[in-house]
């Protein structure tokens, strides 16, 4: 993706269901469960690299014996940093204790962050500051072994000020004004409602205080527990949490939003954000995998006992479309199909705007991401090139000589490599003159290969912003001469900021949201942006699901493609020599490739939970008074 977005976060959780020994016989070594969270985590770094966390827990210690471990870093490579670090701990303590080199129940008394129950957590920095205290996973403390809560999660909620306001009401006094806090609280307001009860119980029952402890365990109900703490909660989200005693947990928002994960068999429970990722590091197949329903959690017991549990009513499905569009690994089966079928659905649109003239055209991408959508283009592109030489061929009949037919067997697709990123320029200048001239050259270009008659067809996965589209690589191409250049966006036109995640929260930086403002003005309709701005402020004191999404209605007067025309003369800036067009994704051709992920309220502002519209209500005020504060 040319523009930058980032996305919240990965999550990555392995609970080990045999004692430590077994993988020590097995496979060589008691730290497997941690070798496993080392790849899980890498191979999802793609989701966050502005911190990660690990943590663990260690089943059955004895009081005084320490049982959670964690660590966390915002280092340049944070996952590669908190490795370092468990590393270095580990080889220090077996150096001090030689005598446990071979036990792994010895090597977990005394060698931290070797346990059971493992979380990890991959982060970009979107709703905090990027400071290690942002980073999960989050920790509540408590001297009672099943009051501690260990969280972390790919989410963001829409309602956290009601969220929080909600915990003051019943008494608590949270340490910071966050989502992940604030859900957190909300977990351990329930969990210690629930052991205070048990424990009051069991005293009935005439157990000993002593006793009490393993059998809360036993008896403690997460189900019910997180039923009550979700009930509230509006956003999208994949939630994982352990709890001190060793039960643990992920809990996935019922619109589907944010993805989850699992596999499990006799020896372990993995649940990661990604499929690939599980399939790569455990070899197993694609079938083995499985996504976790939306509004169900999957829960394991300290005893080993894993149930998948229904804890919110699935609403309609709206598992978020940028997933495969772009933030996903593309080596996933599905995923790297559907992006395939996203190239090729927009070739039609292609070869009308380089008049069907592809001995003319040069196909290339914006590299790295949008590579399985150019596949996918190219191969449509040369479908309709051989039905083309087919076609000529058989009109032609028995009046074709050799050299004619050899003539329309030599046309091809001509694809090259034109846009090369280059090494991460540093921005240090402060001076927007000087900073610009940096950002021109975040992308080379390949000289020598575009003849001046020749269109230029660039595709990219997205266009957001479109900042580096103008500052760098329309700017960089234009050198080449081509008659016309022509960008492809394999995604639609993104009009609405997101909530649930992705780090596009306001909507003056939608280069789609100006265009339609130029257009209005343009139209003489500019009037309509304060009517809206009128609408949005009588919204502000209704509840949610009483607001609705005028921002549409800025929208509504121009057709998509009038708005791409507007989006291509914002970005092409004077000085550009060449015709520039920008072609966009339609909303039923994403829906077609990616049919099971149906969330497009970036695209359409469709919000699928009632919080998505007072968030695009609430942008929409803050971009007409002018103030810079994030939506939500």
């Known amino acids: 993706m040319s523009d930058a977005i980032k996305h919240e976060c990965g999550i990555a959780h392995i609970r080990l269901l045999k004692p430590l020994e077994f993988y020590k016989k097995k496979y060589g070594t008691a730290f497997y469960g941690i070798n496993k969270m080392y790849l899980i985590m890498e191979k999802q770094h793609n989701r966050g690299q502005d911190g990660a966390g690990f943590a663990s ?22 996952i590669q940093d908190i490795f370092d670090q468990i590393n270095n701990r580990i080889n220090d303590v077996l150096a001090e204790h030689p005598e446990v080199a071979e036990d792994a129940e010895a090597q977990k008394k005394v060698v931290p962050y070797l346990g059971e129950v493992m979380l990890g957590h991959v982060r970009y920095g979107t709703f905090g500051k990027n400071s290690v205290e942002s980073v999960h996973p989050f920790l509540r403390q408590n001297n009672w072994m099943h009051r501690n809560v260990i969280l972390a999660g790919n989410f963001n909620m829409t309602n956290v000020k009601s969220l929080f306001k909600n915990l003051v009401e019943i008494g608590q006094h949270p340490k910071e004004y966050t989502d992940t806090i604030t859900i957190m609280e909300k977990i351990g307001h329930f969990l210690d409602d629930a052991v205070s009860k048990l424990y009051k119980k069991l005293k009935k029952e005439g157990y000993t205080k002593m006793e009490c402890s393993p059998l809360i365990a036993e008896r403690l109900n997460l189900k019910k527990i997180l039923k009550k703490a979700a ?14 005693h060793g039960d643990s947990f992920v809990l996935r928002d019922p619109s589907g939003i944010r993805p989850a994960y699992y596999y499990m068999d006799d020896e372990v429970v993995v649940v990661a954000s990604e499929r690939p990722v599980i399939q790569t590091v455990f070899n197993v197949d694609y079938d083995a995998v499985h ?51 996203l190239g090729k659905l927009i070739v039609p649109e ?31 592109v040369e479908e309709y090139l051989n039905k083309k030489k087919t076609e000529q061929i058989l009109k032609g009949t028995r009046s074709l000589s050799a050299e004619k037919v050899t003539q329309i067997l030599s046309e091809h697709t001509r694809v090259e490599k034109i846009a090369i990123k280059d090494v991460k320029l540093r ?19 390949t000289y020598g290969v575009i003849k001046p008659e020749d269109n ?39 009009r609405y900021p997101d909530c649930y995640g992705i780090d596009m929260a306001n909507l003056e930086g ?7 403002l130029s257009l209005l003005k343009d139209a003489n309709k500019y009037h309509i942006v304060e009517d809206i701005y009128a609408r ?11 607001v609705q999404n005028f921002v549409k209605e800025i929208y509504a007067p121009f057709t998509p493609e009038q708005v791409s025309d507007k989006i291509a003369e914002l970005l092409s800036e004077d000085g550009i020599n060449a015709e520039v067009k920008i072609i966009f994704q339609s909303i039923e051709n994403l829906h077609k490739a990616c049919p099971k992920n149906l969330g497009d309220w970036y695209f359409t502002g469709n919000y699928p939970t009632p919080g998505g519209n007072r968030v695009v209500n609430r942008a929409y005020i803050n971009f007409f008074e002018e103030n810079n504060e994030r939506a939500y």
């Not at 009930?231 to 001190?244: I, V």
């Not at 402060?430 to 900073?435: F, G, I, L, N």
């Not at 949005?536 to 009483?546: F, G, V």
Request: glycine share 6%; charged share 25%.
């Open 427 to 445: 921005t240090f200048i402060t001076e927007d003159s000087s900073r610009d001239d940096l950002v021109a050259h975040v992308y080379d270009v």
């Open 510 to 516: 939608l280069v789609a949201f100006r265009a339609a």
């Open 231 to 244: 009930k509230s909660w509006d956003g999208g989200y994949a939630m994982a949490g352990l709890l001190g």
């Open 57 to 78: 827990i260690k089943l059955d210690m004895q009081p005084g014996e320490r049982y959670i471990s964690r660590v966390r870093s915002i280092a340049q490579q944070p």
């Open 456 to 494: 230029l067809v660039i595709i990219d996965d997205s266009i957001v912003r479109g900042t580096t589209l103008k500052k760098s690589i329309l700017k960089m191409v234009d050198r080449l001469s081509p008659k016309r250049i022509v960008v492809v966006s394999s995604a639609p036109q993104i």
């Open 350 to 380: 292609v070869l009308k705007h380089v008049d069907y003239d592809i001995k003319n055209t040069v196909f290339s991408y914006i590299p790295n991401t949008a590579e399985t959508s150019f596949f996918g283009m190219i191969e449509n």
């Open 536 to 546: 949005c402020k009588a919204q502000e004191n209704l509840i949610d699901t009483e």
């Open 291 to 341: 996504e976790l329903p939306p509004g169900s959690a999957i829960i394991t017991k300290k005893s080993g006992e894993t149930s998948i549990d229904q804890i919110l009513e699935p609403l309609e499905r709206k598992a978020c479309s940028f997933e495969r569009i772009y933030f996903s690994r593309g080596s996933d089966a599905e995923i790297y199909q559907e992006r395939k079928l």
